[in-house]
Antibody, heavy 119, light 107 residues
Framework: EVQLVESGGGLVKPGSSLKLSCVAS????????MHWIRQAPKKGLEWIAL????????YYADSVKGRFTISRDNSKNTLYLEMNSLRSEDTAMYYC????????????WGQGVMVTVSS | ETTVTQSPASLSMAVGEKVSISCKTS??????MNWYQQKSGEAPKLLIS???TLRPGVPSRFSSSGYGTDFVFTINNVLLGDEGIYYC?????????FGAGTKLELK
């Protein structure tokens, strides 16, 4: 059974940093690209980052480019999202998601982790 | 960037009725459209992936059609358990973009 478990969220002040983790199990983590997707309270879904299976390529939404960094450790089956210079508009539930077979739909999602940016 | 325009924003249906949701994209995405269901307090769940492919375990009451820029998601014989928000998402090009969602309520 595929499982994705996020952690690392919390309440932080504007301008601060936070690092999210997503531990994967139930599939060969090193064979799949992984994504981060977020959802602001009562709002829709926003894709924010993709990392290839071998970390050879990374892509970001304009809203987080230059502030967020996606990374992975295939030896630990873990995906990361390092978030710097956080803003109030980054307040959201953050989901990690596994890519589908050879394509960029999201076939499995974690339960999400909440990040609140507020003074 | 490909913009995805989803309509309607909300639906109120009776059990047994047919639901139709439209997504239009600003660029041609072939058949790279996906559909998700999000129930209250839960993560989204993939229902249909590229090429109008029903995911394993998803009832055949759910279906989709479309190619290029116009896509339709359908639920036949809608049930109480189908309440939630439905999103379309294009997987043709980065940044991957979602429709704004359709909230489905059952009367």
């Amino acid at each position: 059974e595929v499982q994705l478990v996020e952690s690392g969220g919390g309440l932080v002040k504007p301008g601060s940093s936070l690092k999210l983790s997503c531990v994967a199990s139930g599939f060969t983590f090193s064979s799949y690209g992984m994504h981060w997707i977020r959802q602001a309270p009562k709002k829709g879904l926003e894709w924010i980052a993709l990392i290839y299976y071998d970390s050879s390529n990374k892509y970001y939404a304009d809203s987080v480019k230059g502030r967020f960094t996606i990374s992975r450790d295939n030896s630990k089956n873990t995906l990361y999202l390092e978030m710097n210079s956080l803003r109030s508009e980054d307040t959201a539930m953050y989901y990690c998601a596994k890519e589908g077979a050879n394509s960029d739909y999201f076939d499995y999602w974690g339960q999400g982790v909440m990040v609140t940016v507020s003074s | 960037e490909t913009t995805v325009t989803q309509s309607p924003a909300s639906l109120s249906m009776a059990v047994g009725e047919k639901v139709s949701i439209s997504c239009k994209t600003s660029t041609d995405i072939d058949d790279d459209m996906n559909w998700y269901q999000q129930k209250s307090g839960e993560a989204p769940k993939l229902l249909i992936s590229e090429g109008n492919t029903l995911r394993p375990g998803v009832p055949s009451r759910f279906s989709s059609s479309g190619y290029g820029t116009d896509f339709v998601f359908t639920i036949n014989n809608v049930l109480l358990g189908d309440e939630g928000i439905y999103y379309c998402q294009q997987s043709d090009n980065v940044p991957y973009t979602f429709g704004a969602g359709t909230k489905l309520e059952l009367k």
